[in-house]
């Protein structure tokens, strides 16, 4: 296997992990506040949310930035809150660049949550630049997976079912709060 195979593997794995469900739950919440037909938004979302997620996963790797992973593991369930609090509580006119600009930012958090265990993993390598680029494109792969899952999803209820659209966004926008607001709770002790 070559070193780019092996890190596409690991950002692909990274990013669909149950175990850490924090990442497809934001993705989740970003995407609810959206149907099928809004996909190319939800394409630059997901792209941000990855370009944000690379930015500080190579300034935590090259030693730039270090910020304290219980800070992280505390802010990262506060992203999942205000996406989810954003589509249940829709703005009218949402300002396409102010929630590209945030999700990008929410990006740089979630970049930071998975950099110590990358920084240790690179650490071994001479070159950082290809196990990066393979790392965020498994990363996007992955994004698009869940993506790819959930509208199947929601198209087959809506479709078939004939639920109403909003039903997703409310469900899965509700469940994001309540996991959220549930780990928020459980890493806020180390915090403060």
């Known amino acids: 296997m070559s070193l780019f195979e092996m890190y596409l593997k690991l950002g692909f794995k990274h990013i669909i992990d149950i175990h850490g469900y924090d990442h497809i739950v934001f993705v989740l919440a970003l995407c609810a506040g959206y149907n099928l037909s809004q996909f190319k938004k939800i394409f630059i979302l997901i792209t941000a949310f990855t370009i944000g997620h690379s930015i500080t996963l190579a300034l935590s790797t090259l030693n730039v930035v270090n910020v304290s992973s219980d800070i992280i593991e505390f802010l990262i369930p506060a992203t999942i809150c205000v996406t989810a609090i954003a589509n249940i509580i829709p703005f009218k ?8 600009v ?7 958090i979630h970049g930071l949550g998975f950099s110590n265990y990358l920084k240790q993993l690179l650490g071994r390598e001479s070159n950082i630049l290809t196990p990066l680029l393979a790392f965020n494109i498994g990363l996007e792969l992955g994004q698009l997976l869940i993506l790819a899952i959930y509208f199947a999803l929601m198209f087959i209820t809506v479709q078939l079912f004939r639920s109403k659209s909003d039903f997703w966004r409310i469900f899965v926008s509700g469940m994001a709060f309540g996991i959220s607001i549930i780990l928020m709770i459980e890493k806020a002790p180390a915090v403060f």
């Open 102 to 108: 945030l999700t990008l930012f929410f990006g740089l």
């Open 93 to 100: 006119a949402k300002n396409n660049r102010v929630v590209y």
